[in-house]
């Protein structure tokens, strides 16, 4: 299946909006007709991170009032700024930055208000800190690397060729 690449040209009916999430399961259906798709998710053990808490405590920052919850600004390199966020977003969020599934095992409850700049790309000529480290001084928090569940699509079986339209 890694060598033919297709392209899906799908529109919801006349008039319909979809979410993103309410647009998978519809995506979905579309590739198990057309190409008898077969998966199903299994959670894996794969590299990834362990969200700590550092030895020190954490140091973070109740949330105030008025923001949904994990509301984050903008995404951009280098800066992670949110808002009511619980442990498992942070966790969600960190991912991206790591590059590596993170999971939470801080144990910590309750949502917090977190806003620090870190060195996306290890530029030895940043005066900013590599996100483990600016992780820590802007939180009390640790990215231990370790074997962390991963859940993985799996893909029991698919026609090379998918039926017509």
Do not use: W
Not at 87 to 111: E, K, R
Request: aromatic share 6%; with cysteine.
């Amino acid at each position: 299946m890694d060598t033919n690449l297709y392209d899906v040209d799908a529109k919801p009916e006349e008039g319909v909006s979809l979410t993103r999430e309410e647009l998978k399961p519809c995506l979905q259906e579309l590739l198990q007709e057309r190409f008898h798709l077969l998966a199903h998710m299994e959670t894996r053990s794969g590299r990834g991170y362990a969200l700590l808490v550092a030895q020190d405590g954490p140091h973070l920052k109740p949330a105030t009032g008025g923001h949904f919850p994990g509301q984050r600004h903008p995404v951009s390199p280098g800066h992670l700024h949110t808002y009511n966020c619980s442990m498992s977003q942070l966790a969600q969020y960190l991912t991206s930055a790591a590059g590596f599934p993170v999971a939470d095992q801080t144990g910590l409850a309750g949502s917090y208000d977190i806003d620090f700049n870190y060195n996306p790309r290890f530029d030895m000529e940043s005066p900013l800190q590599p996100l483990d480290m600016a992780l820590k001084e802007a939180t009390g928090l640790l990215l231990k690397p370790q074997k962390v569940p991963v859940e993985t699509l799996v893909i029991d079986s698919a026609d090379k060729v998918p039926t017509d339209n």
